[in-house]
């Protein structure tokens, strides 16, 4: 499945920015239809990410974008190991993996204004394609806890795709908005680290249920 989505994804993708390149051009608007935007998150599952995203807004309410990015989990408790005998490298227990992110935008029309700043509601779903592939290093104990050796797991079969949806307010000029919003998301941390195993011991016992991601995005967009 994750395959099948990628292969469409990248075939669509070509036509989609020819055609809003064409409306672009038509619309002629006085502000531009192309932006670069930089954002940031935090989860309530522990995790933060940054991104950096192209933007093309060939309509006043609606525009595309493809987003490139990097996420991390920070206090990540949930280490697999067999006691007095290997334990993941302590350095390397936190997850993390670089992302594409397509996704649309809408907007509404403006709320009210202050000034030349006016404020609006934003809605942007997308799709999260991750880096398949997942390593962990293993560190080799003896019945002391001291390191006796090291090793390495690594996988490249689980679940790398995801939805998510963010929302919330925008506010700014005609070529710079800000976006304070909120953030849904089916993204699995452990998903390519469920699979694994070590000296039959399964690492999908140590993670907790995959659970739908919650939390805040901060973004800001300058035209180009």
Known sequence: MNRIFFI???SVLPNVFVWSKAVCHEQKKESSCHS???????TFDDTWKVELSYRFTPF???GIGIGIGY???YGNEDIPHETMI????KDTKDIGDFYLRPNIM??????FHIRDCYFTIFANPGAILNIPYGNA???LIDNTGVVTGSDNVHNSHGKWSAFDLRFGLRFGTEDTHFFIGYELSTMDVYGMYRRMEYRNV????FYPHCKNQKGLVFDISVGL
């Open 8 to 10: 469409i994804f990248l």
């Open 36 to 42: 670069v935007s930089l954002s940031g998150g935090l």
């Open 60 to 62: 006043r309410y609606t």
């Open 71 to 73: 996420w991390s989990q």
């Open 86 to 89: 290997w334990t993941v490298n």
């Open 106 to 111: 809408f907007y509404t029309p403006s709320l």
């Open 137 to 139: 290093n293993i560190d």
């Open 202 to 205: 399964k690492f999908n016992d």
